[in-house]
């Protein structure tokens, strides 16, 4: 056969195998997700950001925020918003939540979670149990919330997730202001069971999200 023969040969099977691989490289290389949108903000795919949400100040009360981290996974998923510090009180799920910031890694995670560290900062700041210190109203019980309403009923109205399409788990910890055994402490530990069993299913759903 001819050297100009071979040559051609070699070319053609080289741009045939090409043309075979081509196709699985583009696949391998999936395009980056579209950002999670929160108050003004952009959070890349694979990244995560602070964000605090503003809440505007009225006639009768001043303004405040709520902290929120975002950890927008790198892999497409579902959304689960988990609130903490709804009461001023509750230590123990404000505090699981800073821990909860180094143990979400949202270049392997599939899905968003968007995770309210602090949902009453002036409650928290000013050391007022169960009620805000400038309405006196209780937070847990103002969801959804108004945008033109109270102090509480606007700090509500900023974290609720209403344009996150997200799945809700509210952290609290309402059996630790009774002691331990008391008619109180069990009343209260039966009525935050229902809770206790939505963020236990909040965590399965997102342990089956991240195992694929």
């Avoid at 979670?113 to 700041?125: I, K, P």
């Avoid at 007022?128 to 509500?156: C, H, S």
């Amino acid at each position: 056969m001819p050297r100009h023969a071979i040559l051609t040969s070699r070319r053609a099977c080289i741009v045939g195998l090409a043309s075979c691989f081509w196709p699985v490289t583009a696949m391998a290389q999936a395009p980056p997700r579209a950002p999670f949108v929160i108050a003004g903000h952009a959070v890349p795919g694979g990244q995560r950001m602070h964000v605090d949400l503003p809440v505007a100040a009225s006639a009768s009360d001043p303004a405040t925020t709520v902290p929120v981290t975002v950890f927008h996974g790198a892999h497409p998923g579902q959304v689960l918003a988990i609130t903490t510090g709804v009461h001023g009180y509750e230590f123990a799920p404000i505090l699981a939540a800073q821990a909860l910031l180094d143990r979400i890694d949202p270049s392997t995670l599939r899905g968003t979670v968007v995770l309210v560290r602090l949902a009453h900062v002036e409650a928290f700041e000013q050391r007022v149990p169960y009620v805000n210190p400038y309405d006196r109203k209780n937070l847990n019980r103002t969801f959804p919330g108004r945008a033109d309403g109270t102090q509480t009923e606007r700090i509500a109205w900023a974290s609720a997730p209403r344009s996150w399409h997200a799945a809700t788990c509210t952290s609290k910890s309402t059996a630790a202001t009774a002691p331990s055994g008391s008619r109180r402490s069990r009343a209260s530990m039966a009525a935050s069971w229902p809770q206790v069993r939505t963020c236990q299913r909040a965590s399965m759903t997102l342990r089956r999200i991240n195992s694929g």
